[in-house]
Structures are given as C-alpha cells and as structure tokens.
C-alpha cells in the first residue's frame, strides 16, 4: 500500500509577530499604538502596510526594524525574538540585516552620491560596490553629484541605494514618497520594485496612498493600532502603471 503524501512543509518566515503591544506613557495618559498585532512577512515579498496617521504603521515598521521595542509580544526574525535581544543585538541585527529608507532623505549634504553610499558599506559584512547599488537604483551618471546639485527623487533613490548597499535581507521604507511629486514618486517606487525583484529583498513599504497598494503582493490594512484584515493583489500593477 502506498504510503501517504507528506503535507507541505510551511513557508519559511522572515518576520513574524505575535500578540505585539506597544503602550506610550505621556505623563499620565497612555497611548496606545499597537493593539496585539499578529503578522508575518516571507522572503521575497512585497508588502504595503496601509493606513491612516495614527494607524499604528510606523510604530510596527520600528519595531520590525529593531529601532523601537513592543511593550509585550513577540516579534521574531528568523527565530529571534528581537523583543528580548540586548541593545548590542539589536544593533548588529540592523547593522547587517536591515535596511531603512524614510520619508526624508538624511544624506549627509558634504559627500557625494558615491560616499554617502560607501559610509554603509564600510561597516557592512558582504556590501555592494556603491557604483552598483546606484546604478540597480537608476543613477549610474550621479555618482559625484553632492546632494544639493540633486532632485528630491533623486536623493531618495540615493537613500535607496544606500539601505541595499549592504545587502540587507529586509528593506522597510517609512513614507517614501511622502516628500515628493505623483511622477517623481513612482520613478522611487520603481527602484524599490527593481530591488525586490532583482536582490529578492523581503520589503515592507508603509503609506497613506491607497494607489500604491496594487503594486504589492500584499496588502496589510491597519486602524487603531490593530491589522484590520489583509488582501493579497492576484493581479498587482507594475509601479510605473500606478497614478495619483
């Protein structure tokens, strides 16, 4: 008698959390973000965390990206709960396998495109060339230009390459286009597509912009502090398709 088909395994997970509470003591109120969120984000994916200010979106993204703590919960990377790392492993987590991009481009005004993005990989333990991590993000002919001989664009996508520069497993984006024009902002979320598609980075992109959410694999909607439910896009548009 044939034996039975074994069950598939389980996706591996880069994030995943579990009951994550995050309370804010303001004096004597108590603000309370996050609500007992449970997520959980694969390799590879895109995936937009949608919702309004006050939503609870960049407390979650913080606190995936090891810059903040839950008040209790779990949150675990590949197995480790960054919920009980020290502050020494929280650093080399996000030193070696995160990168951020912001809604403001923190570019360092005295260093060129080329520097700015060789202050990461200085540090990193398998970076990029700086030169290719401009040139995944569109900017192969700006390596030399300082911040200010830039576009608003451009200097995000500048920012871009510099969170991949050392090869992070996980991109999480804060707001990318939040400074920036409908045009110029999808030519950013283009070189965030590329990234995904080309490096297989694991990116978590947080907006307000309800037309950014079809170019995810999926989409995640908060409110109060809480995942109010989650959708996956069958037919998710290229960025350069969308428009606001």
């Not at 991009?101 to 700086?130: C, D, G, H, W």
Request: charged share 25%; aromatic share 4%; with cysteine.
């Amino acid at each position: 008698m044939p034996s039975a088909p074994r069950p598939l395994s389980e996706p591996e997970k880069i994030f995943e959390a579990r009951d994550v509470v995050k309370i804010y003591d303001m004096g004597e109120v108590q603000v309370h973000a996050l609500r007992g969120i449970h997520l959980e984000l694969y390799p590879g994916e895109l995936v937009v965390l949608l919702g309004p200010s006050g939503s609870g979106k960049s407390t979650l993204l913080n606190i995936l990206g090891g810059l903040d703590r839950p008040t209790s919960g779990q949150v675990l990377y590949r197995g480790q709960d960054l919920a009980r790392a020290s502050d020494r492993e929280l650093t080399a987590y996000r030193r070696h396998h995160v990168g951020f991009v912001f809604q403001f481009y923190n570019l360092i005004p005295s260093l060129t495109a080329r520097e700015n993005v060789a202050a990461v990989t200085e540090i990193a333990r398998n970076p990029m060339k700086p030169e290719d991590a401009l040139a995944l993000v569109g900017l192969a002919d700006r390596l030399d230009h300082f911040p200010s001989q830039l576009s608003g664009g451009q200097q995000q996508r500048v920012a871009i390459a510099r969170a991949i520069a050392k090869n992070p497993a996980v991109l999480l984006c804060d707001e990318p286009t939040g400074a920036l024009d409908s045009a110029t902002g999808i030519v950013v979320l283009e070189a965030i597509e590329r990234v995904n598609q080309e490096l297989g980075t694991t990116t978590a992109l947080i907006t307000h912009n309800a037309d950014i959410a079809a170019m995810a694999d999926r989409v995640i909607h908060l409110s109060d502090g809480r995942i109010s439910f989650v959708e996956r896009n069958a037919h998710k548009k290229r960025a350069r398709q969308l428009h606001w």
